[in-house]
């Protein structure tokens, strides 16, 4: 099977504009999670999606969102991006929203805000 | 709420020999699920390990297996016949069992493994 997916790779904006990353999970899996990674606050969970439903939301600002499409693809906006936004983000998927079941992680996607 | 903590924030082992990372965390439930991840400078980050609580046997995956603690919480890591590729930090992690889908991860121990 094909591993989780991530686009872009790289992603270099401004301050206020806004992004939206991508994700295709595991074939079959159909629950995604994203995390964001910085050197300071290390992996910080943002928000899980499962059969296109947020299910939990981790203590990021409105300025994040995401959504997840019948397909089990997902993608995150930030808006009005601030210099603090600049990470890598990661996205996981599962085949079952419960913790039995194992995350598996893409390759991120790298943003650096400028 | 959960918390995760690794005590070590870089550590190196000389190639073939053995070396444990530490992991504890806190949490007031019964029913949780560890895992040790590894993200080695290609930022990809990897499943390594992981322990269902309520298992009283440690896992293994070949060279991998872990010491888990569960009166104690603590969740180590150890790496035997460490290799140049084990390179990475690795990140100890924490998940509900409850439906609560967010994984707490350790602030990460970044491994160093010399020739």
């Known amino acids: 099977k094909a591993g989780v997916t991530q686009t872009p790779r790289y992603l270099i904006k401004t301050r206020g504009q806004q992004v939206t990353l991508s994700c295709s999970p595991i074939?079959?899996?159909?629950?995604v999670s994203w995390y964001q990674q910085t050197p300071g606050q290390g992996l910080q969970f943002l928000f899980e999606?499962?059969?296109?439903?947020?299910?939990n939301k981790g203590n990021f600002p409105g300025r994040f969102s995401g959504r997840q499409f019948s397909n089990s693809r997902s993608e995150m906006n930030v808006s009005t991006l601030e210099l603090g936004d600049s990470a890598l983000y990661l996205c996981?998927?599962?085949?079952?929203?419960?913790?039995?079941?194992?995350?598996?992680f893409g390759p991120g996607t790298r943003l650096t805000v400028l | 709420a959960q918390t995760v903590t690794q005590s070590q924030p870089e550590m190196s082992v000389q190639e073939a020999e053995t070396v444990t990372l530490s992991c504890t965390y806190d949490?007031?439930?019964?029913?949780?699920?560890l895992f040790w991840y590894k993200q080695p400078p290609s930022r990809q980050m990897i499943l390594v390990i992981r322990?269902?609580?309520?298992?009283?046997q440690n896992a293994t995956e070949n060279r991998f297996s872990v010491n888990f603690q569960k009166a104690a919480k603590s969740f180590s890591l150890k790496i035997s016949d460490s290799q140049l590729g084990d390179t990475a930090m690795y990140f100890c992690?924490?998940?509900?069992?409850?439906?609560?889908?967010?994984?707490?991860f350790g602030a990460g121990t970044r491994l160093t493994v010399k020739p």
């Open positions: 992690a924490f998940r509900s069992g409850y439906n609560n889908n967010d994984m707490r």
């Open positions: 949490t007031s439930e019964s029913n949780y699920y």
């Open positions: 999606y499962f059969s296109e439903t947020q299910r």
């Open positions: 322990q269902e609580a309520y298992k009283q």
């Open positions: 074939s079959g899996h159909r629950s």
């Open positions: 996981a998927s599962s085949w079952d929203p419960d913790g039995a079941d194992t995350q598996y």
